[in-house]
């Protein structure tokens, strides 16, 4: 090939869409699409029109319609006049994921014998792009502002004990470009929205072993967490309690519950193979 041969239209192509993080080779855009219809239900939206659907993921209507009517015909939505509603399949798609943890089964048990011994709220979590995804939980009915919480949500990893720890064991690097690609928005007045205000967070987990978090997500909600580690040392997951206490200070929440947390922690990573 000729040194002075300019790159090809389709070379150019690979290119540009790798950039932009979506290949145009290898990509399948009715995938994304169907994904895209799925992900637009939700506990506000547990039925949508045609219509609906269109607005809420950017594809037209005619797009949308043949989109509902492929996930109707293979059993993962199911239509009422002229809404969609979701049908009970879809939960095979997060079951897969949680099904391939070889931690799950125990990271459930080890955060439901963890709430049953300290009486609050405890749960495991991964990092998912900017957030961080509960893959196990367990409540008290006491707090009734962490209702909303369950298996499978998704809460900002900047402002949560849970995301801290992972952020915290990230290689540098990684956590500078973590740190300079994301948004954090204001949930509270106490929310650290600033780089330089994280950063000063996570320098203080590493130092610390352990990340708490006070009222940056909810008013009155603190959380303290641990990372969980594999056999090489290296974090796979963080494990937290919440509390909604007016009075319970840093102080306070970390000799009550620490202890209890970082044994939680072992005994998950002592489930894992070698």
């Known amino acids: 090939m000729s040194a002075n041969r300019k790159p090809s239209n389709d070379s150019q192509a690979r290119k540009e869409e790798a950039k932009a993080g979506r290949p145009r080779f290898g990509f399948v855009q009715s995938l994304e699409r169907g994904l895209a219809v799925i992900k637009s ?10 219509a609906d659907v269109a607005q809420a993921t950017g594809i037209d209507r005619f797009a949308a319609r043949r989109l509902l009517l492929t996930l ?7 239509r009422v ?12 798609l997060g079951y897969a994921y949680l099904s391939s943890l070889p931690w799950w089964h125990t990271a459930q048990r080890v955060s439901e014998k963890l709430t049953a011994q300290i009486g609050v ?13 509960y893959v196990a939980y367990a409540s008290v009915q006491r707090f009734p502002l962490l209702w909303n919480r369950s298996v499978g949500i998704h809460l900002p990893a900047a402002t949560t004990a849970v995301g801290r720890v992972l952020l915290a064991a990230l290689p540098k690097e990684e956590a500078d470009n973590w740190l300079s690609s994301v948004v954090i928005n204001r949930y509270t007045p106490r929310t650290r929205t600033d780089r330089a205000g994280v950063e000063k967070a996570l320098i203080e987990v590493r130092k610390n072993g352990f990340a708490f978090v006070d009222q940056e997500l909810e008013v009155g909600l603190r959380t303290l967490g641990v990372p969980v580690v594999n056999k090489r040392g290296v974090a796979i997951a963080g494990l937290s309690v919440s509390v909604m206490d007016g009075h319970m200070t840093s102080g306070l929440l970390t000799k009550r519950y620490l202890k209890p947390l970082q044994e ?6 002592e489930s894992l193979p070698a």
């Open 41 to 50: 239900f939700g506990a506000e939206n547990p039925e949508r029109t045609v």
């Open 72 to 78: 109707e015909s293979i059993g993962y939505v199911e």
């Open 264 to 269: 939680a922690s072992r005994e998950i990573t």
């Open 81 to 92: 006049g002229r809404h969609y509603r979701l049908r009970p399949q879809t939960l095979q």
């Open 121 to 133: 709220s405890s749960a495991v979590g991964v990092l998912d792009h900017h957030d961080v995804v």
